[in-house]
């Protein structure tokens, strides 16, 4: 898996943030949370003037985790990644694999950021912004997340091709739960690059990339579903359901574009099917017509290139 990609592919097209821009982004983050500490620790002050030392010291320290490591992580989390620094300086929290980053990454990122930012007053994260070859402090390195670049110079981001539109909704019952991001990395950048390769090596990069999918999956191979046509629906199916959970179902399935197809990629059945290896519903009982299955001179098991 590791092997089908290039060392010089930038993640999904998008650019790591830098040093400069994040410390700004920190630096405005921590004025904001910093300032509101403030008000809170001078409001708590008054209120708890008539307690004990000892309970006045257990509401400070419950005030400055609240503040200063709570909000920020709630914040990561219902914005997607876009604090008001970050925010201001264009830049986004997302996963390895570009999608959005969920409670546990700003979880992780917050809990280290208390020792990279608040007690080594922000040494040991640009130690490890500069010596990473992405500019990621500790903290996205064991949460699996990047910052990114989002207003850039230049071409926009390059999306993910559409699949074929006789594919929508055939691979929703699909189980993705034990797809690594690191192979999800890989298909993504295969499918943004595919028409820059040549049509041979592409179609065997597809078929590597597609049969470790359905290895991960643990369905069947779609009999009569070329590779890269797989790979596209798979990863549509995956921004669906990211984009369901992080801003809740919509109204109706989004309307697919026009598909650019690959050059090694065959033209589409003319009688798509509505699943795996069963016919598209007719009309009626009365006036199905008897299916006739395509002709298949050697059975695979697998994707496989063309010769």
Not at 52 to 70: K, R
Not at 86 to 98: E, P
Not at 122 to 132: N, Y
Request: glycine content about 10%; proline content about 11%.
């Amino acid at each position: 898996m590791s092997d089908l990609v290039t060392g010089d592919a930038v993640v999904l097209g998008l650019r790591p943030a830098r040093l400069p821009s994040r410390a700004l982004a920190i630096f405005l983050d921590l004025l904001v949370y910093l300032t509101g500490y403030l008000l809170v620790s001078i409001g708590l002050t008054l209120a708890t003037a008539s307690l004990d030392p000892a309970a006045q010291a257990a509401v400070s320290v419950a005030s400055f985790v609240l503040v200063l490591v709570g909000v920020p992580i709630a914040v990561e989390t219902l914005s997607h990644g876009r604090s008001l620094g970050k925010l201001a300086c264009g830049l986004r929290v997302v996963r390895d694999d570009g999608g959005p980053i969920r409670f546990r990454h700003a979880l992780v990122r917050g809990a280290m950021g208390v020792v990279e930012l608040l007690a080594t007053f922000g040494a040991v994260a640009c130690i490890a912004s500069l010596v990473s070859a992405r500019g990621r402090r500790l903290g996205d390195v064991f949460a699996g997340a990047l910052v990114v670049r989002e207003r850039v110079q230049g071409p926009a981001v390059m999306p993910v091709p559409p699949p074929p539109p006789w594919l929508a909704g055939r691979f929703s019952g699909l189980d993705l739960s034990a797809v690594p991001d690191g192979l999800w990395l890989a298909v993504r950048q295969y499918l943004t690059r595919m028409n820059q390769l040549d049509p041979q090596v592409g179609a065997a990069m597809a078929a590597r990339l597609a049969d470790d999918l359905v290895a991960r999956t643990g369905a069947p191979a779609p009999i009569g579903v070329p590779a890269a046509a797989f790979l596209m629906a798979v990863v549509h199916e995956r921004q669906a359901r990211d984009a369901a959970r992080a801003f809740g179902p919509g109204p109706g399935v989004p309307v697919v574009g026009p598909v650019a197809l690959h050059p090694a990629m065959p033209v589409p059945p003319a009688a798509p099917v509505t699943s795996v290896g069963s016919p598209a519903v007719g009309p009626g009982p009365a006036e199905a017509a008897p299916v006739v299955p395509a002709p298949e001179p050697v059975r695979r098991t697998g994707f496989a290139p063309p010769a």
